[in-house]
C-alpha cells in the first residue's frame, strides 16, 4: 500500500454512540467480545472493547448540563453532526486514524481544501495527551486523526499483562453504507493518502469496504478468528462474523 510515508495512518478506535453504555457493554459480551464500562463523568460515559492498540469505544451523553463544562464538551461538539445522522438512534458514528503527527496532517489536509479543526486533551491522571483533528467538509463518518504523547505503542506496552483480553474474535475491518461507493473510497484513500481496491480501502489494523445502500454511514463491523457464529445488531451496529 503507498501511502504518505511519514504519516503512517493505522485505524485506532471506532466511536460506537449508544443510548446506554452499561446495557450495550452487555450485549457486547453477549456475543464474546469482552467490553467494559466506565463510571459517568461530567455528563459523559464511555466503555468499550480493546484488541491492543485498537479498540472500540462505546459512548454516550449522561447529562447535558454537565457536559457543558466538561474537558469532553469540544470534542463531542466536533461529533454532533455524526451523531445527529443517527436520527436519535445507536450506531457507529466514525473512526479514528492514528498518525506520526497529527499536526501536520492537519496541515496537509489543510493544503487539499479541507477544512480542519484540531483538538488537544490532556489527561493528567493517566499521564497521556492527545491532539485529534476532524475534517469538517466531508461525510459524517470520515475518520478524524490522532496522535498520542506518549506514542500509543508505549502506552499499550505500560499495561499489565492480563489487564484486558479481546476475547476469541479480531476486528477484520468496517463496513459503510453509502449510495456511491466508488466515490467515498476514492474519497477516503485520498484522505488517508494510500491506494484503494475498487470498493476497499486497506487501512492498517482495519480495513474498509464500501457497499451500495441508502443509507450514509457505517453500518458494521468485520470480525476474524474465533467460532462462526450469526450476525448479531447492537445499537445500529451489526457484527459480521467471519471466522
Known amino acids: 500500500m503507498t501511502t504518505f510515508a511519514d504519516e503512517s495512518p493505522a485505524f485506532d478506535h471506532l466511536l460506537h454512540w449508544v443510548p446506554d453504555v452499561p446495557a450495550a457493554v452487555e450485549a457486547y459480551r453477549a456475543v464474546d467480545l469482552p467490553a467494559h464500562a466506565h463510571d459517568a463523568l461530567s455528563g459523559f460515559q464511555n466503555g468499550g472493547w480493546r484488541l491492543d492498540e485498537r479498540y472500540v469505544e462505546i459512548l454516550t451523553v449522561t447529562d447535558e448540563e454537565e457536559l457543558r463544562s466538561s474537558r469532553y ?29 497529527v499536526r501536520a496532517t492537519a496541515e496537509r489536509l489543510r493544503e487539499q481544501g479541507h477544512r480542519v479543526e484540531e483538538f488537544a486533551v490532556t489527561l493528567e491522571e493517566h499521564g497521556v495527551s492527545f491532539v485529534e483533528a476532524f ?73 474498509v469496504t464500501f457497499e451500495r445502500g441508502d443509507r450514509e454511514g457505517i453500518v458494521a463491523l468485520t470480525l476474524r478468528e474465533g467460532p462462526p457464529r450469526p450476525p448479531a445488531e447492537v445499537e445500529g451496529l451489526t457484527l459480521r462474523f467471519e471466522g
Not at 463531542?76 to 436520527?87: E, Q, S, V, W, Y
Not at 505500560?158 to 453509502?178: M, N, Q, Y
Open 135 to 207: 475534517v469538517l467538509d466531508g461525510p459524517a463518518w470520515a475518520p478524524f486523526f490522532i496522535t498520542y504523547d506518549p506514542p500509543r505503542e508505549r502506552l499499550l506496552a505500560d499495561i499489565p499483562p492480563g489487564s484486558f483480553s479481546r476475547g476469541p474474535h479480531d476486528l477484520a475491518g468496517l463496513v459503510v453504507e453509502t449510495p456511491d461507493p466508488e466515490g467515498a473510497a476514492g474519497y477516503l484513500a485520498a484522505l488517508l493518502g494510500c491506494e484503494r481496491d475498487g470498493w476497499r480501502v486497506p487501512l492498517p489494523g482495519a480495513e
Open 73 to 101: 464538551a469540544e470534542g463531542l461538539a466536533l461529533l454532533r453532526p455524526a451523531i445527529d445522522a443517527l436520527g436519535g438512534s445507536g450506531g457507529a458514528i466514525t473512526f479514528s486514524v492514528n498518525v506520526r503527527d
